[in-house]
Structures are given as structure tokens and as C-alpha cells.
């Protein structure tokens, strides 16, 4: 499996690229879903958006969701929608303590499975992560640094 990191905002793009190690193992691409998205046959998409979008979400569900796309809007095939987050009595997202990384690695790594769950195997797919897609751009590089971390896992 690789990713493919999406970002549509041309002056974040060439910080993110900037800010890049020289070895960094995916493609950094510029734009909107769908003109970075050719070739990749899956997309992490933050759960408001996926579900405004694509049917079959269940809004009641925290878990990650995989999700098809028969729009033919240009994206993916397959959108898997992040996990979300309760909110507080003052809806405020309850994040059990967690740093941001820790709560990027945990939505990733959560949608992922559910992707593998999914298809059985994730060998041989291409997965992108457009940043503002999935509400991931305050801290790209992080995100990405986390995104490197998660492959090499894989």
C-alpha cells in the first residue's frame, strides 16, 4: 500500500513540499480531490463531508466507514470516512487525552482497518490523503510525518 497526500491550498502546497525530507517515501500532489486523486483507489475524507456526500454513513456510528463512490465526481472509487469524535456537555470534541499526533495516527490508522476489513487486503492499493478533505491541514507536516510512520508500518 502507498499514499498519495493531496493539498489544495497552493501557498500550504509549496510550505509542505518545502518542509519535506528529501526521502520521504509518497507524492505530494497540488489541488482539489479530484485532480490529485487519479490513480489512487481509495480516500480518507472526514466524516461530515464523506456523509454529506457519498450515502450509506451512519451518522450514529464513531467508527470509520468505507464508503463507495457512484457520483462520478472525479474521486475515488472508495472514500472511507474518518472516525469521529464525542462531543462534551459543551461540545467540545473529547479527545481521551490525546496529543494531535496521537489523534491523527488513531484516525488514520482506524480508517485503515476499516479499509482492510473491507477490501481484505491492502497490498497494491493507493490510498490519498487530501488534507483539507480530511480536516488534517493545520499541521501538514506532522500529518505527513505521521502518514510516513503508518506505511512503514504497514
Known amino acids: 500500500m502507498r499514499f498519495v497526500v493531496g ?6 502546497y509549496r510550505q509542505v513540499v518545502a518542509g519535506l525530507d528529501p526521502d520521504y517515501p509518497y ?3 497540488q489541488g482539489g480531490v479530484a485532480a490529485v486523486g487519479a ?4 480516500q480518507l475524507m472526514m466524516f461530515p463531508l464523506a456523509a454529506e456526500r457519498y450515502a450509506g454513513a451512519d451518522p450514529r456510528s464513531r467508527a470509520a466507514q468505507v464508503l463507495v463512490n457512484d457520483r462520478g465526481d472525479g474521486g475515488t472509487p472508495v472514500v472511507v470516512a474518518l472516525p469521529t469524535l464525542a462531543l ?8 481521551h487525552g490525546r496529543t494531535h499526533r496521537e489523534h491523527v495516527t488513531w484516525a488514520i490508522t482506524s480508517a485503515l482497518a476499516a479499509l482492510e476489513d ?3 487486503d491492502l497490498d497494491g492499493l ?5 488534507l483539507e478533505a480530511a480536516a488534517m491541514d493545520a499541521r501538514p507536516l506532522e500529518v505527513l510525518d505521521v502518514l510516513r510512520t503508518v506505511g512503514a508500518g504497514l
Do not use: F, K, W
Open 7 to 12: 493539498v489544495g491550498n497552493a501557498e500550504r
Open 27 to 29: 507524492e505530494v500532489r
Open 39 to 42: 490513480g489512487c483507489d481509495a
Open 88 to 95: 462534551d456537555a459543551d461540545l467540545r470534541p473529547v479527545t
Open 118 to 120: 473491507a477490501c481484505g
Open 126 to 130: 493507493t490510498v490519498l490523503l487530501h
